[in-house]
């Protein structure tokens, strides 16, 4: 098989609402073909070059059968963008295991079993975009979100471990970091059972940490502007390892590189309350 130079069929997952939603309509409108995963397998209007599919990135066999009905209806994957996320808020004291591995399940292991779904067909092509879908909060760890830092600094790791892996194989590994941006993933955060005890002993901090986050991602960024900053990647020749959009962010993360850790704890914890 003659390899593709180009992108035109996608599988994206958490297409359903925000950067997913937007991401699939960006690509859609510059020609590609978006099969458009989430467990609701809607993906708004209904647009042309868009399929909604209902996928859970939880779930092995789910991310198989996509896969096995892209390559047959279009005989091809040329791409595929784990964004499918959750963030779950609270103190690392007291969370439970149950809670910790919510996070990672979505997170990390959901995007490992789509990425693992997808490769074979890569391989056969001699051709793949994988696109992850983390976070500066994979770079830049913050109080009570430990959990989901944490979760996007293991996916960003390990898309950057693929790409070393698939050298030679026409396969390329980018991961995107978002900074704030205004989407359903305020509301669909989730709490540990401990941060909503009455006598949580981070209370005070936390409740002045929350009404500061939430307040930057419902004013953050709209979501096309990550859905732009993925399409510039997807239409490269050779993608970028990772791809932190939007100016301001970027510098954020040139000052965490090079600040010493003595000083960036301090600094974080006292601008983000803890
Ligand atoms: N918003 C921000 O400020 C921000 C910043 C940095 C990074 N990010 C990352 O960007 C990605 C997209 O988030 P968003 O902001 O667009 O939030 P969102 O509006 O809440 O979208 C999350 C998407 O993930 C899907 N999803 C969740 N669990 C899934 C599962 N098990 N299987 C398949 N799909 C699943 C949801 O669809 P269903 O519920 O229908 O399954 C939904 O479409 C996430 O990975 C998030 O961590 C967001």
Request: aromatic share 6%.
């Amino acid at each position: 098989m003659k390899p593709q130079s180009k992108v035109q069929v996608v599988l994206l997952t958490g297409g359903s609402s925000g950067i997913g939603a937007a991401t699939a309509r960006l690509l859609a409108e510059n020609g590609m073909t978006v099969y458009s995963g989430s467990r609701r397998g809607t993906a708004g209007e209904p647009t042309e070059g868009i399929i909604p599919v209902r996928l859970d990135v939880n779930d092995e066999a789910s991310c198989r059968e996509a896969v096995s009905r892209i390559v047959e209806e279009q005989g091809r994957l040329d791409a595929v963008i784990c964004n499918a996320g959750n963030g779950i808020y609270g103190p690392i004291e007291g969370t439970t295991d149950e809670e910790t591995r919510y996070q990672f399940e979505t997170c990390v292991f959901g995007s490992l079993k789509t990425i693992q779904a997808c490769l074979p067909q890569m391989r056969k092509q001699g051709f793949g975009r994988i696109i992850t879908v983390t976070s500066v909060m994979g770079i830049l760890q913050l109080p009570y979100q430990g959990l989901y830092s944490s979760a996007k600094a293991a996916l960003l790791s390990l898309s950057e471990s693929l790409s070393m892996e698939l050298r030679g194989t026409g396969i390329q590994c980018c991961s995107i970091l978002p900074g704030d941006v205004a989407t359903g993933f305020t509301a669909a955060r989730t709490f540990t059972a401990s941060s909503k005890e009455p006598d949580c002993p981070y209370r005070e901090q936390m409740e002045k940490n929350l009404a500061q986050i939430e307040k930057d991602e419902t004013t953050g960024m709209a979501p096309s502007a990550i859905g732009k900053a993925i399409l510039r990647q997807l239409r490269r020749r050779k993608m970028s390892v990772r791809k932190i959009p939007r100016i301001d962010y970027k510098l954020v993360g040139f000052i965490v590189r090079i600040l010493p850790e003595e000083w960036k704890i301090p600094i974080l914890a006292k601008l983000y309350h803890a």
